[in-house]
């Protein structure tokens, strides 16, 4: 017989559990208090009986169907659209604003993800040596075109800081024939093709199967470039209208290929540029992101109804207007910091501002290889580790495959329309989830978004204070670091018999911290780590798969010996759970892989510790480890 459990967050399990003489308890249930996680519990493949069985399988699909005539019931006023029964024009009318009042969080998530995108992507541009529009194309094409391809629902792709870095080195480089500003959309499409043709060789697996220690370590990294950006927006714009447009970038003096150390924390943080002045604004400006991160991250403990980001930026807006600027402070707007207009958004590389070099020739086949190549590497770091960081929010896979076909597809549209380049955003990503983004209408919608403000809505978009955008990005900045890592740093060099008492979030492999500091340092320091984590990711996926396969033989032989030990099944897996939980003093409650791989009721794998503390203590994820 089979008995049925239901557990805490909602799911079911209805199975076998074999007591100490062999027979099947009826009736019985599984409680959380006695035996934990279900996932302890030792589960028969499947009835002995074939009549018992086929008669379970018919009730669990009966139930399933009644569940999703539930659901459809529910939601009709939502789907009614896709039925075409609408009487007249006012029931169809009446349709679309049920359908948009359903849809509500993800046109308002849009809305704030997109406007905090504009200052970043112009950062980023800065970063590159480039005119603000090519980053702002990149931002709008990419997020339409990976949500109408069928991307990773939640997951936001713009320009990124990385890819910045490199093509920094592009416009530096001494070219033959054209400008070095006219290889980057070059450069850009062949990124796009060969991430295109990746998506056929299986990198779309690799991707959503990174490294655990990589992830960590770069999300750390990206976290700390995230902070120092904001640095930027406290400080005097560095060009004039003049300097952002195509015609006025200068060529390059520097070798195609030349060895040279840019730390990249201080490209983020902007050295050289002067802070705002007087000093009174630069206060006001340092008091409003301080009060935009504090809305930010404790509106949510106290209610949900309203975005929290939507109100810190109306709370920085009346302190602006209402008090600030009435007594003579005034703190640098969006339309200071280079503003989100693009006069022709809709322009290509086919216009005669573009004076494209000749692919007829062996240099330029060189620089768009080489470049191109090395950005194909960055981007598909940088958007594995965003395509992570969301599968991890929101509990589910992402398909890799349609991320990376998106995405270089969008590549190649955007070299064509004179971009940048784009990749997956881990703090866009994380904003996008706060905010109850997490479809492919809200990818689709940020980027809908963009081009409307760039088109039309600059006027009313350029009179956002810097401050609350800046606030808001500090506080995703301080969601999605790792802070349990940070513990592990510190738990690596404890003795042995220490570290099995710890939890098994601060209890992790010494070699996977040692590599997650080496990744998060290359990140601070060398503007073109990722081209070397690209073949650093590769080499230790294999490992770690190695790892995972010799674990798993080891795994299946003890299951094995629990099979010929059917009369102490139950008693050895009850006496491993309680030890797992409540390890003795003397550090003798079992082996440190026991005590790794079960911990209070929750089974953890290698991605487990990304639950981050201030993540769990401000914005609640349900089903994670604490």
């Not at 969006?334 to 590389?349: A, F, S």
């Amino acid at each position: 017989m089979s008995t049925s459990y239901n557990s805490s967050n909602g799911s079911s399990y209805t199975g076998s559990v074999r007591g100490q003489n062999g027979v099947i308890s009826t009736g019985g249930s599984c409680d959380d208090e006695e035996y934990g996680d279900v996932s302890s519990v030792k589960k028969m493949d499947a009835p002995a009986s074939t009549a018992a069985y086929a008669e379970q399988q018919e009730h669990a699909q009966e139930q399933t169907n009644n569940k999703v005539n539930s659901l459809c019931a529910d939601f009709n006023y939502f789907i009614c659209l896709c039925v075409p029964r609408a009487s007249g024009p006012g029931d169809m009318a009446g349709r679309l604003g049920r359908w948009f009042w359903g849809q509500s969080d993800q046109f308002i998530s849009s809305i704030i993800v997109s406007i905090s995108m504009i200052p970043e992507a112009i950062s980023y541009a800065l970063i590159a040596g480039l005119p603000p529009s090519f980053a702002l194309q990149s931002c709008w094409i990419s997020c339409m075109m990976t949500a109408l391809i069928g991307g990773r629902p939640g997951m936001i792709t713009s320009a990124s800081g990385l890819s910045a870095l490199l093509l920094y080195r592009l416009i530096n480089t001494d070219t033959i024939g054209a400008t070095s500003i006219m290889f980057v959309p070059f450069v850009v499409a062949f990124a796009g093709i060969l991430q295109t043709f990746s998506s056929f060789f299986g990198f779309g697996k690799l991707a959503t199967n990174f490294p655990a220690p990589m992830i960590v370590g770069m999300v750390n990294g990206l976290a700390i470039l995230a902070f120092a950006l904001q640095f930027r927006y406290a400080k005097v714009f560095p060009l004039t209208e003049s300097e952002m447009t195509v015609s006025a970038a200068a060529a390059g003096d520097g070798k195609a290929v030349e060895v040279e150390l840019t730390i990249a924390l201080f490209a983020y943080f902007g050295k050289g540029l002067s802070w705002i002045q007087p000093w009174l604004n630069f206060g006001v400006y340092l008091g409003e992101v301080f009060l935009a991160f504090i809305v930010t991250m404790f509106v949510p403990k106290l209610t949900t109804f309203f975005p929290a980001t939507i109100m810190a930026m109306l709370v920085v807006v009346a302190v602006e207007y209402g008090l600030a600027r009435q007594f003579g402070a005034d703190t640098p707007l969006l339309g200071d910091y280079g503003g989100v207009e693009v006069k022709y958004p809709w322009t290509t590389v086919l216009d005669s501002e573009y004076a494209l070099p000749s692919l007829a020739s062996w240099e330029t086949w060189k620089i768009v290889t080489g470049y191109g190549s090395a950005l194909f590497a960055t981007q598909f770091i940088e958007t594995a580790i965003a395509l992570n960081v969301v599968n991890r929010l929101d509990e589910s896979d992402g398909p890799g495959f349609l991320v990376l076909f998106g995405q270089g597809l969008s590549n190649v549209l955007i070299g064509f329309m004179g971009g940048m380049g784009s990749s997956g955003v881990v703090s866009m990503s994380v904003l996008a989830d706060r905010t109850f983004g997490t479809t492919c209408l809200s990818t689709f919608m940020t980027g809908a978004m963009l081009f409307i403000f760039m088109a039309w809505g600059y006027p009313i978009i350029n009179y956002i204070p810097l401050s609350a955008i800046s606030g808001i990005s500090i506080a995703m900045a301080c969601s999605f670091i790792q802070w349990r890592s940070l513990v592990a740093v510190f738990t690596a060099f404890l003795p042995n018999n220490q570290r099995l008492l710890l939890p098994p979030q601060f209890n992790v492999d010494r070699l996977d911290v040692c590599i997650m500091l080496v990744v998060t340092a290359a990140c601070l320091t060398v503007d073109v780590s990722a081209l070397a984590l690209f073949c650093i990711g590769v080499a230790v996926s294999t490992v770690m798969v190695c790892r995972d396969r010799g674990s798993e033989e080891s795994q299946g032989q003890v299951e094995i010996e629990d099979i010929e030990e059917e009369e102490e099944v139950e008693h050895v897996e009850v006496v491993q759970k309680q030890q797992s939980i409540y390890p003795s003093p003397s550090g003798s409650s079992g082996s440190r892989s026991d005590n790794h791989s079960n911990h209070g009721g929750c089974s953890v794998n290698p991605l487990d510790f990304m639950c981050d503390a201030a993540e769990e203590a401000i914005f609640p994820v349900n089903g994670g480890c604490v």
